[in-house]
């Protein structure tokens, strides 16, 4: 393998930082975290508005978690606000009340109560009434945050206290559960993270400027369309790539392409023999015999006409330019087919190699274990292999994704040049990842004594080595850089993707 020239000792130790993990404008909550990130809002509110967390809680929520939208509209006409909240219109509101001058009848039940339970909005009922109505509002579902009062019409919002008086402990836990995530469901500055695998982990992103996210459970997202990190594809090009992926667009291609119609039934027929002769099969066909060239029945066919691998008639049709729009038809189906294929495939190489990187990371365990407990090398010596495994990762992402971008990219001048650096990129990247395969034994192994080296070899070697795989994570990480500077959305070349060949 060449490996590039550089200063081994200033680049050995060079810790490299892969880009989604310098210093980011988001952050990374988990469970607790974002429980006490609400409860810190709830209160800001509260304070801010001199109402109570209940009512914080209901406010915000309202208003998507956007306090500065909430204290515009509160300070412009806090009575306005009250009404379409569902809240007491009196300041601060009142405490629910129990009706007790003499037998009440209760709405629901019909049955008379000398003790009503209300809301302030005076609508009484039993206590078995209120505990049977929201234990069925929580298993209806998360929509249990938004439950009004029992009386028709009414608009009052039920505070959660009433929840946690009148709903059992698994149903106090699934209500608190929905409470708590309507701060990442309803905030457009929150989101849950994507990863297909399933994560519990949330991202607050407080900026306009569409930015990758590396979760802490290590997939790494884009905050724009919540999709696998797609640079330098646009989330536009990536959302037009899902679509031809996944409908039946490639299947009709496919069709164009490869089978022409019977003649008499119309069926689409695939030649998969040598010769012209084709039966269109009785089982959902029609079992006419014809002429794969030039379509005509089969019974007019013969040795005069050039037999079973020739066709006169086609060839005299073609002449008189008889087939010319149908076969152009065809060449351009297979042409669009044969491209798609070509970016495809490779799509999915580097898809592979991206997630062959992580169970690699487990024989990087291995192998730095094992150099730790055999020749004695440090673990803080031995960090080089996972950085250098990170940034293959890295760069394995990137050119899957070049290659949706480059497949809606015009033929010219500028692709020649994107062509040219996701070649550079994805030879270096492919050398790094060689080189994170190699055999340690094998290279403290002396072959032609048949015996391992000395100890003071084995740590030369390897030090020449990691001079060497450092270098190569350098070179790898500038090569990952220029493609993603380059092929940036306000790059020249950004410029030239067809957004509008949803065709292709």
Sequence with gaps: MEIQSFNDEEDDQMHIEPPEVRKAPY???????????????????????????????????????????????????????????????????????????????????????????????????????????????????????????????????????????????????????????????????????????????????????????????????CWGCGEEAHKPASCQTVNQWNVKNSAESENISWIRAH???????????????????????????????????????????????????????YDKQSKEGKHADEERCRLKAKHALDKYMFYFERFMDHDRGMKLTVTEEQDIEGKVQKLHDDHGFEIIELQFLYDALRQVRACRRVLKWTYVYGYYLDDSSEKNLFEFLQKDLEKNTDCLHEMLEKDFDRMFFNPAEGQQLSQADVHQNFKVFRSHATNYTNVTQKFMDKVLKDLGSDSGLGQKMLGQSSSS
């Design 27 to 221: 952050t990374i909550m988990n469970r607790g975290e974002i429980e006490l990130r609400q409860k810190s809002v709830i209160s800001e509110a509260s304070e801010l508005l001199q109402v109570s967390t209940e009512d914080g809680f209901v406010l915000l929520r309202e208003y998507r978690w956007d306090l500065l939208r909430l204290q515009e509209a509160w300070f412009d006409n806090d009575q306005k606000v009250r009404n379409r909240c569902g809240l007491s219109t009196s300041c601060p509101s009142p405490a629910p009340s129990s009706v007790k001058s003499g037998p009440k009848t209760c709405s629901i039940c019909m049955s008379a109560i000398d003790d009503l339970i209300a809301l302030d909005c005076a609508h009484g009922f039993c206590a078995e009434c209120w505990r049977g109505y929201l234990q069925t509002q929580v298993d209806d579902g998360k929509s249990a945050v938004q439950t009004r009062c029992p009386q028709h019409k009414c608009n009052r919002v039920v505070p959660t206290s009433f929840f946690g008086r009148f709903c059992d402990e698994e149903r106090q836990k699934k209500y608190q559960e929905w409470c708590l995530r309507t701060y990442v469901d309803e905030n457009a500055a929150v989101r849950w993270c994507p990863n297909p695998v399933g994560c519990q982990y949330a991202c607050e992103y407080p900026g306009v400027e569409i930015v990758d996210v590396q979760c802490s459970c290590s997939f790494i997202w």
């Design 259 to 313: 089978t022409k119609k019977c003649p008499k039934c119309h069926k689409p027929i695939e030649k998969n023999q040598g010769c012209n002769h084709m039966v269109c099969s009785k089982a959902g066909g029609c079992g006419h015999e014809f002429c794969w060239l030039c379509l005509g029945d089969w019974s007019t066919h013969g040795t005069s006409t050039g037999g079973y691998y020739q066709c006169n008639i």
